[in-house]
Nanobody
């Protein structure tokens, strides 16, 4: 089983930046894609971004494209999400995912 621990969330003003991290440990697959999802209050969990093992292929949700950047450091088993130009609608709990495993989430709150 893979353990995932997210960090880096917080409360910021609109237009600010945050960088989320997710460290993987335990029985990680030999190579594995990683992804970020988020869930706002009263809404379903939605896809934010994903990255393949080598880091040369990324995908983003349309509503974060151009503002968020996903990256990873395989030597540290860590996934990152650089979030710039944050908007109030980015407020959510952000989760990372590897295979069927989820982290506990980190809260991001953006006030306008």
């Amino acid at each position: 089983q893979v353990q995932l621990v997210e960090s880096g969330g917080g409360s910021v003003q609109a237009g600010a930046s945050l960088r989320l991290s997710c460290e993987a440990s335990g029985r990680t697959p030999t190579t594995y894609a990683m992804g970020w999802f988020r869930q706002a209050p009263g809404q379903e969990r939605e896809f934010v971004a994903a990255i393949n093992w080598s880091g040369d292929t990324t995908n983003y949700a349309d509503n974060v494209k151009g503002r968020f950047t996903i990256s990873r450091d395989n030597a540290k088993n860590t996934l990152y999400l650089q979030m710039n130009s944050l908007k109030s609608e980015d407020t959510a709990v952000y989760y990372c995912k590897v295979s069927a495993s989820w982290g506990q989430g980190t809260q991001v709150t953006v006030s306008s």
